[in-house]
């Protein structure tokens, strides 16, 4: 990948690891980066530039009320999807932070949650390009039957850094 960050540049260095091992080394990378990704035990199962897929398991930490995954638990799931692959393609030079998040629970979820975020080739070239902007990432979140049970879409923005 051409313009490596920091972190596309860590995440090339894990995938030279045994297939077992990428998805347990780059969620602990991810855990201690974002703390509260890590606390929650979620599970990076794929990041590349163009998606990111993000496991969920229903334990008791990460519950409501009626044993499924909290509401803002599956918020975290979105953000960490959206962000970590938004991430890979912002230069070192530019700060990421997230600007908005919007997201509409429609059914009751059951089980496991998995998140799903996906940008076009030309998507992040523009991420890559553009000095300072943002950019509207879908985020796909179902739960262990595959229905979607949340709707959600995250604006991340990044600057260059001050010097």
Request: overall charge positive; some cysteine; aromatic content about 6%.
């Amino acid at each position: 990948m051409a313009n490596k960050n920091k972190l596309s540049t860590l995440v090339g260095k894990i995938e030279k690891l045994p297939v077992s091992w990428r998805a347990p080394a780059i969620s602990f990378l991810m855990g201690k980066v974002i703390p509260f990704a890590g606390t929650s035990g979620t599970r990076v199962e794929k990041l590349t530039p163009n998606e990111c897929i993000i496991v969920m398991r229903n334990k008791k930490k990460v519950q409501n009320h009626i044993g499924s995954v909290h509401a803002a638990a599956m918020g975290l799931l979105a953000e960490s999807a959206t962000g970590f692959m938004t991430g890979l393609s912002v230069p070192d030079d530019r700060i990421i932070v997230i600007r908005s998040m919007k997201l509409e629970y429609g059914k009751r979820a059951s089980g496991d949650m998995k998140a799903v975020a996906s940008f076009s080739d030309e998507q992040v070239q523009y991420i890559k390009e553009t000095p300072k902007g943002d950019i509207e990432v879908p985020v796909v979140i179902t739960d262990a039957t595959g229905t979607e049970t949340v709707k959600a879409t995250m604006i991340w923005a990044w600057t260059p850094k001050k010097k």
